[in-house]
Each structure stands twice: as structure tokens, then as C-alpha cells.
């Protein structure tokens, strides 16, 4: 899984960030100062995002430094839109640059080729990975893993794809029409009790880790879906 750095000193845009960045397969880690990014930027660091008018050192001072301690992508996001500014930026050493208020899948479409172009250029490149995250739960699709608040947790293969369904799109209900189709291949195998059952027991496990949260909803008369905070 990829890790991106965010830079950003205001706590709404950065939870915002971290939300949008996660819900798509991203690791992240926040720092909401130049002086904190500096601190986190290790090895482990895939691409940076940061913001420029940052208390402390400003994005422009850190830029150089950042690339020193790594040398991955840097996109600059930012209210400042002029010409001249940009050049300077790159020339400082990002890779990129979005004008807030940025289209949240332009953002997401430049992150994906800048780390394409990256992996493209070194030859330890990561393999690709489809991981799945939700909240606490992430799911390792390459390895067939499951992971929660650290934890790993052991699902059996109908379970582990029935999860992976759900989390692949988050926001949508499926039908139990639906998800016998994609999961078991057959819309009339099993019966409504082969999904409930397969569905309380991801359930069981996943509060095991977490008794206080529901992570899949029923939708009474429809299917299910994952439940957001």
C-alpha cells in the first residue's frame, strides 16, 4: 500500500485529506506543520501533498528538505494560482500542482500518475496492489488479508470476498441478488440464511476488535452495505 504525507495546517482539510485519500487505498500520515513533516518523512513515505502557508517553515523552505530525506513526488496544493509561483515550485523541486479549492478526482488522478511515473523510474519499484480501506479495516487483496486497528483477522475465502465486495464500493447497497452473483458466482445458490449467516459472522469478528461500532448495515428489505461512522 501506498503512504502519502500530508502537509496541511488546517485540521478540517487535512481529516478531509486523510478520509478522501484512505476511502481510496492510500495510506496516510498527517503533519500540520513544516517542521512535523520533516519529523515524518521517512523511508516508508511514498508521495508527498502538502499545503504552502504553513506555520513555522512555509512549504517553499521545506520543499528542498523533504526531497532530501526522499526523494518521492511532491503536489503542491494550494489557494495561490499564479503562473510565476508554479515555476518557482517546480523548480524548487515538486513534482506537481493543484489550486484549492481542487475536484477531489483530478487530485486523486494526478496522485495515481505521479506514482506510476515514480514506480516507472526505479527499479525496486512496488508491485501493484489492490488494497481496500474503510475506516480501521484495510484489506491486503495481493496477500488475502485482512487487517483492523493493527490486528489481523482470519476470514474464510466466501467471508474475506463478501467483505472485499462491500468495501469496494461503500456508499452503495447491495441487493442479495447482487452479492450471491458476485460473491458465490450464482444468484440462486444458497438462500437468504447462507448470506445472513456468512454476514453475522464477519460481523462477530470485526466487533471482536471493535464491540462499540457497526461496520455493515442491513438495509431492511434491500441488502447491505458499510456503514459509516
Known amino acids: 500500500m501506498y503512504k502519502i504525507l500530508i502537509i496541511e495546517d488546517d485540521n478540517d482539510i487535512n481529516n478531509m485529506l486523510k478520509k478522501l485519500l484512505r476511502s481510496n487505498g492510500y495510506d496516510t500520515v498527517s503533519a500540520f506543520s513544516g517542521t512535523e513533516a520533516l519529523l515524518l518523512c521517512n523511508d516508508s513515505i511514498d508521495l508527498i501533498l502538502m499545503d504552502l502557508m504553513l506555520p513555522g517553515k512555509s512549504g517553499e523552505e521545506i520543499i528542498g528538505e523533504l526531497k532530501e530525506k526522499k526523494n ?7 489557494a495561490i494560482s499564479s503562473t510565476d509561483k508554479k515555476v518557482d515550485l517546480f523548480a524548487l523541486g515538486a513534482s506537481d500542482y493543484v489550486t ?14 505521479r506514482l506510476a511515473e515514480a514506480a516507472g523510474n526505479s527499479s525496486a519499484g512496488k508491485p501493484k496492489r489492490e488494497n481496500l480501506c474503510f475506516d480501521d479495516i484495510e484489506i491486503d487483496t495481493y496477500e488475502h488479508r485482512v ?3 493493527g490486528s489481523e483477522i482470519e476470514l474464510s475465502a466466501q467471508e474475506f470476498k463478501l467483505l472485499q465486495t462491500l468495501m469496494e464500493n461503500p456508499g452503495r447497497t447491495y441487493t442479495k441478488s447482487m452479492l450471491f452473483d458476485l460473491v458465490w458466482n450464482d444468484e440462486n ?22 464491540p462499540d461500532r457497526e461496520y455493515i448495515e442491513t438495509v431492511w428489505g434491500v441488502g447491505y452495505r458499510m456503514c459509516r461512522k
Open 72 to 78: 518521492v513526488p511532491v503536489i503542491v496544493a494550494s
Open 100 to 113: 484549492k479549492p481542487f475536484d477531489n478526482s483530478e487530485l486523486l488522478a494526478r496522485i495515481k500518475v
Open 147 to 149: 487487517y483492523m486497528k
Open 189 to 210: 445458490v444458497g438462500d437468504d440464511n447462507t448470506l445472513n449467516v456468512h454476514i453475522s459472522k464477519i460481523r462477530k469478528k470485526l466487533k471482536a476488535i471493535d
